[in-house]
Every structure is written in structure tokens, then in C-alpha cells.
């Protein structure tokens, strides 16, 4: 449909982008490495313990607590390396509609945690399974092999991938706002760890369960408990409301700041309106005069391969005709 064209177009736009910077497959890989090799030291470093029942799914997702903050590098450099490269003023020329833009990011976004978090948690599970019997956690002692087909285990490492997932999003928020990427990474970081370690801290027992409701990283995590839920602070998946609803000051700034940020591309190089926002690598020869015209500036700063130089000069049009 011709009104889904916008959207169509950012995402190719926005793919090629994301595809061809070197730390997006480096972090990706570095986010299912971490976590996984976490989980696996954590678990090996485990031992069954006769009095008291630990919940094994939850032991062998522990690396889900670290391998969060490459997932939130990640999603925070999708946005702040254009702001860092000057690029926002070329993308936002080329589709002024700034919703679909960042729509266009956010779906991109999800589908690389998506990957990257079904990776990392079956990794995490698969390690789980191979060494804890090893560590006494046998049938015997009460501690089936972890499986999938349990209905707890499914939803523990379902709800770490969706975990991981909102998580992006948030930080893709932060980014949106700040437009800084040490800014953004911090604010981010710091809501995620602050929490915990205040709950820690704290040592009235009501304002311990309030801390480990609302913060991101405490109830978001909920999720991948599979035993004893009635003494939890928050139910798994109301937990991963919360982290949901830690979005909404991030939307409010975007919708805040979104005239401003319109604005900056706005009357910057009108001539270039007249090529088509494809970025598609075997560009219309069309737009070489634009090419020509811009392209040693675009080139200098930090995408260098013809079809992404085009995919940055392209905008809405359909040609110089």
C-alpha cells in the first residue's frame, strides 16, 4: 500500500545503516558471549544444597544481568552515532517524519535483541542443563533436566528475549532524548543497577519490597522465576509491566522535544529533495549529481560504502525529473 511507502523506505534506509557498522555484529556477538559465559560460571560455581529448593532456571539465566548492558550500548548507539556524526540533519531531511524514522529504528532494534537474546538465553540454558548435574542437582535430588517443555522454564526464558527486548527499546528512548551517547549510557546503566543496590542497601523491609517493584532491572527480572512466585515482590509478568511503563517518560520527551527535532533538518539542502530515499545499492544514476555534490562529505564521516553514502543522501522523491 502506497501509505505504507514511508515506513517502507526508513526501513531499508535504516537496515542498510544498521547492518554496515562494524560494532552492531561485534556487540550482538559480544551481548550472547558474555551472558552465556556468566551463566556457565555462575552455574559451575553452584552446588546442591540439601535443605532449601533453587530454582534452576533462574541460576542458569544469571548472565541476563550483564549481558543487559551490551544490549543497551547497542540500542543507545542506533540513535546517538547519527546525533555524534551529524547524520540526523541528512536522515531527517530525507524522511521529516520523524515518528517513522524512529519506528523504522525501533523495529530494527527488536529484531536484533530478539536474535541476539534467543541466542544468549538458549545458550544460558543449554550451559544450565550440561553442567548442573555435575553440581548435584540431579533427578534424584528433586532437579529435573531443564527443558524447555516445562511450561516455567519456557515462560523464564520467553520472558528474558522480551526482557531483553524492552530493554532496547528503553535505551533507544534515553538515547532519543539525551542525543548523547555517554549521557544516554549512564542515565541507563544507572536506573538498571541503582535499584538493586539500593534494595540492598535498604534495610526497612517494606521500602525493600517497594524498590524491588519499581525498578527496571529487579521487577523486569521477575520473569524468570519458576518457583516460590507467592514470595516474589512482583508477579513475573506484571514485573515486565513495569519495565514497560519505564517507556513512558522516555515517549513523553520524544513528543516533547519532537518539534525540535523536526526542525533541524528543515532548510538544510533543499536540492536534495529530489532523489528517492531508497538506499538501495544499485542507486538511480539520477542522483549522482547530488552524489558528486555531497557525497566527500558524507564519506568523511563514518559510512564509506557508495550504496550507504546514497542511502543517506536519498529522501523523498522520485527522481530529478
Not at 520527551?253 to 532548510?267: D, F, P, Y
Not at 547530488?290 to 527522481?319: C, E, H, K, N, T
Amino acid at each position: 500500500m502506497e501509505g505504507d511507502a514511508p515506513l517502507r523506505e526508513a526501513l531499508h534506509a535504516e537496515w542498510t545503516k544498521l547492518r554496515t557498522l562494524a560494532s552492531t555484529s561485534w556487540l550482538l556477538l559480544s551481548t550472547a558471549v558474555l551472558t552465556v559465559g556468566v551463566s556457565a560460571a555462575v552455574v559451575a560455581a553452584s552446588s546442591y544444597q540439601p535443605f532449601g529448593y533453587q530454582d534452576t532456571p533462574k541460576l542458569s539465566l544469571t548472565g541476563i544481568d550483564v549481558g543487559q548492558a551490551v544490549v543497551s550500548i547497542l540500542a543507545v548507539l542506533v540513535m546517538s552515532n547519527e546525533y555524534s556524526a551529524g547524520m540526523i540533519r541528512t536522515t531527517l531531511t530525507a524522511m521529516p517524519r520523524r515518528l517513522v524514522v524512529l519506528a523504522a529504528k525501533a523495529t530494527l532494534l527488536t529484531g536484533a535483541a530478539v536474535a541476539g537474546g534467543i541466542v544468549a538465553v538458549g545458550g544460558c540454558l543449554l550451559a544450565g542443563r550440561l553442567i548442573l548435574p555435575s553440581k548435584g542437582f540431579t533427578v534424584p535430588h528433586g532437579y529435573p533436566l531443564l527443558s524447555l517443555a516445562d511450561g516455567a522454564t519456557l515462560r523464564a526464558a520467553g520472558g528474558s528475549v522480551l526482557y531483553l527486548v524492552l530493554i532496547s527499546l528503553f535505551s533507544l528512548g534515553v538515547a532519543t532524548v539525551t542525543r548523547d551517547s555517554a549521557t544516554a549510557i549512564g542515565v541507563v546503566l544507572g536506573l538498571l543497577y541503582l535499584f538493586p543496590l539500593l534494595a540492598q542497601v535498604v534495610t526497612d523491609p517494606v521500602w525493600h519490597r517497594h524498590l524491588e517493584q519499581i525498578g527496571p532491572m529487579t521487577a523486569g527480572l521477575a520473569i524468570q522465576a519458576t518457583t516460590d512466585l507467592h514470595s516474589l515482590p512482583i508477579s513475573p509478568w506484571a514485573g515486565l509491566g513495569v519495565l514497560a511503563l519505564w517507556e513512558t517518560p522516555c515517549e513523553s520527551g520524544i513528543a516533547a522535544s519532537g518539534s525540535r527535532l523536526g526542525g533541524t533538518a528543515r532548510g538544510s539542502r533543499p536540492a536534495m529533495l529530489s532523489c528517492a530515499y531508497v538506499g538501495a545499492p544499485g542507486r538511480d544514476r539520477t542522483c549522482d549529481p547530488l552524489l558528486r555534490r555531497y557525497g566527500r562529505g558524507i564519506a568523511g564521516r563514518r559510512y564509506m560504502r557508495p550504496d550507504v553514502q546514497f542511502s543517506f543522501l536519498a529522501v523523498a522523491g522520485r527522481g530529478l525529473g
